[in-house]
């Protein structure tokens, strides 16, 4: 008991260390220290993360500038902690309008040197900004004089002139944070939705003080967040797509300004999801560009002279896109440049390329529309906001109800069939005048592989073989993003790198015939499939397709296991009996399921005249599987690695 008595005094000593703390000086003691008391694991850990939000009133521009000032103070235990010395800020500049930035950065690295402690200033000459795309621009800094144990020290301040937008407020990242303190002040002309998103949550502080513009007083709320030793919550746990849904905090979104003092007005903002849609609908740079049609018109109406109905016309208009508009890779709801302009020099944006794909399905007579989506790396929109969408594409809806969903900044994509970044969720469908509705953004197909292999022995047990794995659907398409642009040489090296095996015939078909799947054709041979010991060989069934290793290792998980869409993998796997052995044991056979049929995996391995016959089957029938059912995923698994890893037993005869 004495000791946990000292452990949680020293634990709070470091934390009040970590609050009085000043800008450009550490203790000693913290140099020393060699790992993270409650997680030794941590490469590195926040001694202190402070931010401080707030508004100031800009006579000269009649209007709210938001500041947000940080200071971060960071120590890196080990080598792989170093990326932690480089700070990446993005932060808003479009080339119309009003730009964000970044200022007052200071830092110092401080480290040890003769039991001395000692530290680097940061030089301007390890601050880089650069221009990102039409929107964003980085601000890069690099921390000097980096080595394990040492400490990072960093402030700077992040100016805004869209009042209204707060920067979500993150209670918790991939390393563990010793002392959070946030401080959030708004005045009481703006009125936010407070949203608390992940697991972890901390109480607020809420206070209010006096506030005077001249001669017009007001009330200024504060919102105060604290916290003690908030653990990791990293992003190499598998099957998720973005870790930053899952961890603790909260976001701040604007519902209403009240300038009525200043002989301004009430104004409302996304009070709902139609709301939303209407009024990105309503924006130049999304609903006018849908409404022209010249600068195609020729071209259009050249292409459709031959097509004799709706899935021809959508056919040729989107592969017309595809092949035509290159995507320039950025993610935007809006038009970059104008949909015409996109069209002449043939590349945009996501919203160029889409928006121009909707407007000639609608010029072809179609009932087409966009879909605003949140991609995934922008995460999953909690409450109405025009900032949780990042991403469009397009839609054809048909007399009975059913829909098409298309993007065209995707080469190898097909109607229903998203790239991964855009399928998060459900998106947001939005009819001429602005009226909207929800859509499922999940394929109804599943992600399929299968695979037939056929080997045998010689004499000497080297392995000679061949296989045959067909790839559909998602799969088939994430094969060629790939491996497409790779050359042979590399795909067999690769190949032959990952299976251990030496390659002789290597084919792949339908590459670029996207209505096909990928069909790939290997011959082979190894020396190391089969084990001998004595008189007996040893052989998994699956050979090198055996899972080895559950991909599920925490003891628990408190987020979804996100797969990218249903799937299924089937293995067919035909061994020829070498001459002169007989069988001694085979692995019994296994069938087993997840509850709510969720997932199934069968297995058997069974000889048929002189060989054995090893057939396998795992399907998930759902792409997300609720963090409630991860016990029974993760005991699923086990049992898929240990039923695999059973070995066939031959004997000399």
Known sequence: MKKIIVIVFLLSQVVVKAQDAKFGKVSQEALEEKFYELDSTAEAAYLMKKRWSYFDYMPSEGSFQLYTEYHLRIKIYTKEGFDYATKLITYYTPDSGENESVSSIKGYTFFLEENNVMKEKLSKKSIFKEKVNDNFSQVKITMPKIKEGCILDLKYTVTSPYAFYIDDVQF?????????????????FYKY???RKGYYILPVVNNSKPSKIGDTDYTTETFTYKGNNIPALKDDEAFVYNVDNYRGG???????????????GVKNYNTSWSAVAKQIYDVSSFGGELRKSAYYKDEIEALLATRNNDYEKIAAIFQYVKKNIRWNK????????????????????VADINLMLTSMLRFAGLDANPVLVSSRGNGIPLFPTSRGFDYVISSVTFSDGKYLLLDATEFYSMPNLLPTRASNWKGRLVKKGGASKWVSLQSSKSATEDTTMMIKFDEDLIA??????????????RYRRSSNHVKEESLIANYEDKNNIEVEEFSVD???????????????????LVEGIGNKLYIEPLLFFTERENPFKLDERKFPIEFDAKSKEAYNVLIDIPEGYQIEKLPEPLAIG?????????????????????????????????????????????????????????SKI
């Not at 909260?250 to 301004?264: P, R, S, V, W, Y």
């Not at 000679?464 to 067909?470: A, H, L, P």
Request: glycine fraction near 4%.
């Open 510 to 528: 339908n590459k670029l015939n996207i209505s096909k799947p990928i069909v790939r054709n290997v011959k082979f041979e190894s020396e190391d």
């Open 594 to 650: 997840m509850p709510n049929n969720m997932g199934i995996f069968k297995y058997q391995v069974r000889k048929m005249g002189n060989r054995i016959k090893t057939s396998c089957v795992l399907e998930f029938k759902t792409p997300t599987i609720a963090p409630q059912y991860y016990p029974y995923l993760k005991e699923f698994y086990n049992q898929i690695v240990k039923k695999e890893s059973e070995k066939i037993v031959l």
């Open 464 to 477: 000679q073989g061949r296989i045959r794995t067909k790839y559909d659907n998602l799969n088939a398409l």
């Open 193 to 195: 939705n407070k949203k």
């Open 330 to 349: 950025s993610y935007n709801k809006y038009a970059q440049n104008g949909v015409k302009k996109a069209f002449k020099e043939k590349t945009g944006n």
């Open 172 to 188: 918790q990242l991939g390393i563990p944070i010793k002392y959070l303190e946030t401080k959030i002040d708004i005045p009481e």
């Open 250 to 264: 909260i976001k701040f979104e604007l519902a209403q300004t009240d300038f009525l003092q200043f002989q301004g």
